[in-house]
């Protein structure tokens, strides 16, 4: 067999090519779906959800790079012709097929490594030397959340491509018995000759137009999604915090702020935050001293790709506990210099413990700018309890904050 294409029939890299994708592209379907519905709970299913992800992506990144070298050898090799080209209909439909499959073994994979490259942390790595994430792309929540939906709703269209190509490979071989699987998984010497030569550019660039439109249409559904929130809300409520007075010109009003968190999933940091919370700050410039009371809503956490993981029953528990509360007195620097620090008790998920926050504090006039950070271990509130040891989540979780409030 040569390894060139023919009039007739595939050479043996094109049949390579063709056989290794395919294997490539169903097992990662059939890995993905196995992934989805995999439980979720203690260690060994997340590391058995981890494993499973990471195989999925790691055949995808395989297959795109095959994809990739199967379309340099195919621009300069010949393809064999219609068979029936009085079947025009047939013929235009077979060829859309073809070129949507080829559009969707690029954009698939792909759009899994942007997914994978936009969402922050490291979850599931892919198994290879090479980076992780490709350049140029954001750690962003919102920009991953939408290149999963395309994901999503991009596997229903590849795998229903794949089901029309078998089915039109089946007629092929059951009705009309015309020896067009020789081409590509037989005896090139028994594949017939195509009945009359190739038809002009119009028909390849009108099946190549309804090709790309399918993905198109599929790309375009997480555009609709974003713009269908309306303009004035944000992809993140900004926090807002309104504190009563407790003395004459004590009480400070929150402007604006964030409060975030960061966790160590599977060795790899993943950064998120709360989108509500409010904060009810009394402080005195002259003693430096005061008192501050946050109220969390748990629900509203933001952490990458395991948001709900974090907000369920084996962590936060947002359903049981939806409020994580911290109660301190603010202390004064123990020296110039030093950072003030806010001591008292830290509510979450039910369980009260000892905590320390320090912070930084710059007060210009009526308007004063802080930020913080302090370690927790999340052991201290029996969060991921069946999680004993750090493989899968790391029992350190930082919480920093950043806010802007004014003198009331």
Do not use: C
């Not at 989108?275 to 501050?292: C, E, K, L, N």
């Not at 409020?323 to 202390?331: D, G, K, P, Q």
């Amino acid at each position: 067999m040569k390894a060139s294409n023919t009039d007739r029939a595939y050479g043996w890299v094109a049949r390579f090519f063709h056989w290794t994708v395919a294997v490539l592209i169903l097992a990662a379907i059939a890995v993905g779906l196995y992934a989805d519905n995999l439980p979720e709970g203690g260690d060994a299913q997340m590391q058995a959800i981890f494993a499973a992800y990471s195989l999925h992506k790691t055949l995808g990144m395989a297959a795109l790079a095959l994809v990739a070298a199967r379309l340099l050898w195919t621009l300069g090799q010949p393809k064999p012709g219609p068979l029936h080209p009085e079947r025009r209909l047939e013929t235009l439909g077979a060829e859309a097929v073809h070129w949507a499959l080829w559009i969707g073994m690029i954009v698939m994979p792909l759009s899994g490594w942007l997914l994978h490259s936009a969402a922050p942390g490291g979850f599931a790595r892919i198994l290879w030397p090479f980076g992780q994430r490709l350049p140029f792309v954001p750690e962003d929540v919102a920009l991953s959340e939408r290149f999963g939906v395309f994901h999503e709703l991009g596997w229903w269209l590849l795998a229903g491509l794949i089901l029309l190509h078998v089915l039109g490979a089946l007629k092929h071989a059951v009705i009309d018995r015309d020896g067009t699987m020789h081409r590509m998984a037989g005896d090139p010497a028994l594949a017939p000759e195509p009945t009359a030569p190739a038809s002009g550019i119009l028909p390849h660039l009108l099946a190549a137009v309804a090709g790309l439109g399918l993905w198109v249409g599929i790309a375009l559904v997480p555009a609709l999604v974003s713009t269908s929130i309306p303009a004035d809300a944000p992809a993140v409520q900004q926090p807002a915090a309104s504190v009563p007075a407790t003395a004459s010109g004590a009480g400070w009003a929150v402007d604006q702020g964030k409060l975030e968190i960061e966790v160590v999933q599977a060795g790899n940091p993943v950064a998120g935050q709360f989108g509500q919370w409010q904060a009810d700050i009394s402080y005195d410039p002259d003693s430096r001293t005061g008192q501050v009371r946050v109220e969390v809503d748990i629900a509203s956490l933001t952490l990458g790709a395991v948001s709900d993981a974090a907000k369920g029953p084996d962590f936060l528990d947002a359903a049981a506990h939806p409020t994580a509360v911290f109660e301190a007195e603010i202390l004064p620097p123990a020296a110039e210099g030093q950072p003030h620090v806010a001591q008292g008790r830290l509510t979450v998920a039910g369980q009260a413990v000892e905590a320390a926050l320090p912070f930084e504090l710059v007060i210009e006039g009526d308007v004063a700018q802080a930020q913080g950070r302090m370690q927790l271990d999340r052991r201290d509130f029996g969060i991921g309890a069946s999680y004993a040891d750090e493989g899968t989540v790391g029992f350190a979780v930082a919480v920093g904050f950043a806010l802007s409030a004014r003198r009331q």
